[in-house]
């Protein structure tokens, strides 16, 4: 890696080149990130988990822009036109855009119109034209026909230098670059229906007649805008500005139907090509033609380049926003709070084919299954609740998960009657989400786990688990299946899937794995570790017993040193033969623990746990080359609580009894929820209704909020007061600002929690996301007041 790749990585992580060329070292070798951030603390700094992803991100970026440098630096020198002003230019480029801009008059492609011209000898004709416009056109075109190439007359001459001075304003890369930025400045996106695709797009109705800023559209209305012109609803262009088309210019054909703001942009061609800007009196005789290929060039070579490019960089930045709330959902959903090592009844509710019960113990071991029917149109609710009693009793179930689904509600309150007349088992219910269930049932792991277990029934499993680990149970599940996301099926699938693996990798490291009862794949997402090592694992546990001790590890088949290294410190054994195992503490600082125990004369059972004394430690007294402050302070932190579980400690929402379905709801009810999902523009919230509701951005609280994410998270237990209620629609309006007043939402629910001064445009729809984890065709401006937002909301 050269030195200045290291400085520019170090500029922008913030931090010393240094600690960018040891990170860089450890990933060349193989070290992933979690193990990096955790356990070379000293090598890289302290450089965490999250600069660590930038890092190994802009890493790839850049060494690829240093490989295509290298192969136009080579291709231009070939080709016997590299200067050293344009070496200069080339190596200092600092993005791929940049160099392609460069490299653009020297790429070879196809034999076009102007290299034609140039064959035929009319480059001589441009240069006069340009060098001396007195000339007058028709007259100097005279001196360079070419009939035999195609141009025998002084008009086809004049086309063929025309196409020579568009090929070299089209590739220029100074022009390139000011027009790009202007455009990035004051570009207009403009966006109108196709016709005959009034009825057939109605989703995108908002958008038939649509424009916004170029920079200031939001990451979810840009996908909306994509999605309808792939579906063939939409129109889209760029314009150079907020400006409507003028009539003809008295001053020629040149601006004819120009807008102010393509006359401008022309004005900045014709200067930069030293075209004079005037077509009156004083016009010189080429001045005309000159305006006109300026025009040419623009609308013909220029205009669609740059939108092309500037309309791939939206989708671009709108694809990163999306993945990145995406990203954070998931990350929240999978360090949401466990409920712990406890017997659990799942129950995944059904209407007419029953519900499904699957009870496991507290390892997660299915132990019994059944199906009931308390619903329509059986309505067997005495037999349900006798069949669930008998196996709650039997395996002394403590926690009842029922699936978020269709019939909850009724599920949740069978569920509560059973708690009601069982008393003495002291169990809890709790509604949790389904997403992805149905996912984990129809898989290759669930059918080898449960071969002989219906597909409905392994949904009831995969409930009751996730409710003990959430994080254990979903790293079995497609992170892009489980739907907290918008608009994940319209982004890159292939960056969607990476971002969200190193979301899966790091919550499941920053966690731990109990080695001796993890599942397949999620000891597949530790640290050096994957699907091959972990069935190794796990088939060397079925065939030998449980690990008494990480170094038994290196009894698995096919698992080194290297992979030891990287996995171990993030594979814990609880009750195994060394006490260290069930920490954080790596096998390579055992001696640094040994140090320690040393020093205060102790034995390690005797001091993990002993806070007073831990905390009385020095940690530079122990540091040396190897081990030093950063790594001794984590590891008196793990003797004093090892294993230590990060995650946030387990709570519920309590739903309103009598409060089951929309037609329950009254505005300016105070409900308690759990936070589903979380956009751009709000966060929706289950209340028990079986519709989510939307707390919008300007909502959730009283003073201003950027990013929903600083306030609520997926998980959270939040208390709302229902502003707006659209029965027919199903659409609940919410706020968390408790003393709003319904019908507020239009005016004083905003706040001071305004976005923006500009009024919402007409594309300001929003929709709750569907369960297959689509997201909806359109999607809110966080301007405009709460009941407008509603008021549109696209099912």
Not at 48 to 66: C, I, S
Request: with cysteine; aromatic share 4%; net charge neutral.
């Amino acid at each position: 890696m050269t030195i200045a790749l290291e400085r520019r990585l170090a500029e922008e992580l913030g931090c010393q080149q240094r600690q960018v060329a040891a990170a860089v070292a450890l990933l060349d070798e193989g070290a992933t990130v979690p193990f990096i951030a955790r356990y070379r603390k000293e090598v890289t700094g302290g450089l965490d988990d999250t600069q660590l992803r930038l890092l190994a991100e802009r890493l790839v970026y850049l060494r690829e822009l240093e490989e295509r440098r290298t192969v136009v630096l080579a291709s231009i020198e070939e080709q016997g036109k590299l200067t050293p002003e344009l070496a200069s230019a080339i190596a200092g480029a600092d993005s791929k855009q940049r160099l392609e801009d460069l490299y653009l008059p020297f790429k070879q492609k196809r034999r076009t119109k102007a290299q034609i011209a140039r064959e035929a000898g009319l480059e001589p004709l441009a240069d006069a034209l340009i060098k001396d416009p007195t000339l007058v056109p028709e007259d100097a075109a005279a001196a360079y026909l070419n009939a035999e190439a195609g141009f025998a007359d002084a008009k086809a001459a004049l086309d063929g230098a025309r196409q020579i001075v568009m090929e070299r304003l089209a590739e220029d890369a100074e022009l390139l670059g000011a027009l790009r930025e202007r455009l990035a400045d004051k570009g207009v996106v403009r966006s109108s229906v196709v016709a005959g695709k009034e009825v057939e797009g109605a989703k995108f109705r908002d958008y038939f007649d649509y424009s916004e800023a170029l920079g200031e559209i939001p990451s979810h209305r840009a996908l909306a805008l994509f999605r309808g012109r792939n579906e063939g609803v939409l129109q889209l262009v760029l314009l150079p500005e907020a400006e409507a088309p003028v009539s003809e210019s008295s001053e020629g054909s040149a601006r004819s139907a120009s807008s102010p703001g393509e006359l401008r942009m022309l004005g900045l061609i014709a200067a930069h090509a030293g075209v004079r800007d005037s077509l009156g009196s004083t016009a010189r005789a080429a001045d005309r033609w000159l305006a006109e290929t300026v025009r040419w060039a623009w609308r013909i070579k220029i205009q669609p380049h740059l939108e092309l490019e500037l309309m791939g960089a939206l989708r671009e930045r709108a694809e990163e926003e999306a993945i990145r709330v995406f990203a954070n959902n998931l990350k929240d959903l999978l360090l949401a709070a466990p409920a712990g090592p406890r017997v659990t009844m799942g129950l995944d509710p059904g209407i007419r084919t029953g519900v499904k019960v699957a009870v496991v113990d507290s390892t997660g071991k299915l132990v019994d299954t059944a199906t009931v029917y308390p619903h329509e149109p059986r309505r067997d609710v005495e037999g349900s609740l006798a069949t669930l009693a008998a196996l709650a009793k039997k395996h002394r179930v403590e926690l009842i998960a029922i699936g978020n689904g269709t019939a909850s509600r009724e599920t949740d309150r069978l569920a509560g009657e059973l708690i009601r007349r069982l008393p003495e088992l002291h169990m809890s219910s709790i509604v949790v989400s389904e997403a992805g269930a149905s996912v984990y049932s129809a898989s290759e792991f669930a059918a080898r786990e449960f071969p002989e277990l219906d597909v409905s029934l392994r949904g009831a499993v995969s409930i009751a688990r996730r409710l003990q680990d959430p994080l254990a149970e979903l790293v079995k599940i497609d992170p892009k299946s489980i739907g907290v996301g918008q608009y994940q099926h319209d982004v890159s699938q292939t960056k969607l899937a990476r971002t969200l693996n190193a979301v899966v990798e790091d919550g499941v490291n920053a966690v731990g794995v109990d080695v001796n009862t993890a599942s397949v794949p999620l000891l597949a997402r530790v640290s050096g570790l994957n699907a091959t090592l972990a069935a190794n694992i796990v088939a060397h546990r079925d065939a030998h017993g449980a690990f008494r001790s990480r170094r038994h590890l290196a009894d698995v088949p096919r698992l080194g040193d290297k992979t030891f290294e990287q996995a171990a410190g993030f594979l814990r054994i609880n009750d195994g033969d060394e006490p260290l195992d069930a920490s954080a503490v790596h096998p390579e600082a055992y001696p640094l623990v040994a140090r320690i125990l040393a020093e205060v004369k102790k034995g390690v059972r005797e001091l993990i746990g002993d806070t007073r004394l831990l905390r009385s430690l020095t940690p530079e007294r122990f540091a040396d080359e190897r081990f030093g402050v950063p790594t001794v302070k984590d590891i008196l932190g793990e003797l004093e609580k090892p294993g230590r579980d990060p995650r946030p400690e387990f709570k519920t929402a309590s739903f309103r009894d009598g409060v089951e379905q929309i037609a329950d709801l009254t505005p300016g009810m105070i409900l308690e929820g759990v936070v589903t999902n979380v956009a751009n523009f709000g966060a929706f919230v289950d209340i028990g209704v079986h519709q989510d509701g939307l707390v919008h951005i300007s909502a959730l609280s009283k003073t201003f909020v950027k990013d929903p994410r600083s306030i609520v998270k997926a998980g959270d237990v939040v208390k709302v007061k229902v502003l707006e209620v659209d029965r027919a629609r199903k659409r609940i309006a919410l706020t968390m600002r408790l003393d709003d007043q319904p019908g507020a939402a239009g005016g004083d629910a905003r706040g001071s929690s305004r976005t923006d001064s500009r009024p919402p445009p007409r594309s300001d729809a929003r929709t709750a996301p569907r369960k297959d984890g689509r997201a909806p065709a359109e999607a809110p401006h966080a301007g405009g007041a709460m009941a407008a937002a509603f008021a549109r909301l696209k099912n």
